[in-house]
């Protein structure tokens, strides 16, 4: 089965929902990749942000509609439609930024799921949160925490935004990353998972090494790629 099709019926088996992808290193590629797996089965999506996203016009979501403002609010969704919407970014033509709030709950009565990119990690595969992140809108059903292979070796300060450590990211170091309140698995909600990308660059002994690491409850972790589509090891 791809991934696409495992998260989606890990978390939102009844093909409704609201979906909060974190973490770092392919949150943007899995927010068009879920998108496009639930497209094909005739189910509305609004594809957004709750912090910044890339610009519509600099990433292919493979949308059928793109909104800046609120006029979405106008718009009718048809089974199978992609919707993007994202505010512009007054300085920054590369970022498109957050809708307010209340117009997002608005849409999620009108769309069968909404997947938000709920964080930002400057293009790095781990992020260490702050108090400030990620942006968890409060009617997200299911959180999907993403994290690059490649920087499984690397020092922790030039592989992790946040971190400043200098320490290889090696088994202890994801151990504390998955423990660490301020870690991948932060914002968690009652269903998750947890996307290790990059797995048709690793080799089998990585795949068992990340099956000896404990994981929070109620999550499903797949190592996978996202390139691919594809799963490589069902972790747990």
């Known amino acids: 089965m791809r991934l696409s099709e495992s998260l989606i019926d890990a978390l939102i088996p009844e093909r409704k929902g609201f979906i909060?992808?974190?973490g770092g290193g392919g949150k943007t590629t899995l927010l068009s990749l879920v998108a496009a797996a639930l497209k094909e089965e005739g189910v509305s999506?609004?594809?957004t942000t709750t912090t910044k996203?890339?610009?519509p016009?600099?990433?292919d979501y493979k949308a059928d509609r793109i909104f800046s403002d609120e006029?979405?609010?106008v718009h009718v969704p048809q089974k199978g439609e992609v919707v993007f919407y994202a505010e512009r970014h007054t300085l920054d033509m590369k970022k498109w930024i957050a809708p307010r709030s209340e117009v997002l709950s608005a849409l999620a009565e009108r769309y069968d799921v909404i997947i938000s990119e709920a964080d930002g990690s400057?293009?790095?595969p781990l992020k260490i949160h702050t108090e400030r992140d990620p942006v968890i809108h409060p009617l997200t059903t299911a959180v999907i925490a993403v994290m690059g292979l490649w920087g499984i070796?690397?020092?922790?300060?030039?592989v992790t935004f946040g971190e400043e450590r200098d320490m290889v990211v090696d088994s202890d170091y994801l151990q504390w990353y998955l423990d660490d309140p301020e870690g991948l698995a932060k914002a968690f909600?009652?269903?998750n998972a947890i996307v290790f990308n990059g797995a048709e660059n690793a080799d089998a002994s990585l795949f068992e090494m990340l099956k000896t690491l404990k994981y929070p409850a109620h999550t499903a972790v797949f190592a996978a790629s996202e390139l691919e589509d594809k799963i490589y090891g069902i972790i747990c």
């Open 53 to 55: 996203v890339a610009s």
């Open 45 to 47: 999506v609004l594809l």
């Open 153 to 158: 070796g690397e020092k922790a300060y030039s």
């Open 122 to 124: 400057r293009g790095l």
């Open 71 to 73: 006029t979405v609010l």
């Open 189 to 191: 909600c009652t269903d």
């Open 57 to 59: 016009y600099l990433h």
């Open 20 to 22: 909060s992808i974190t």
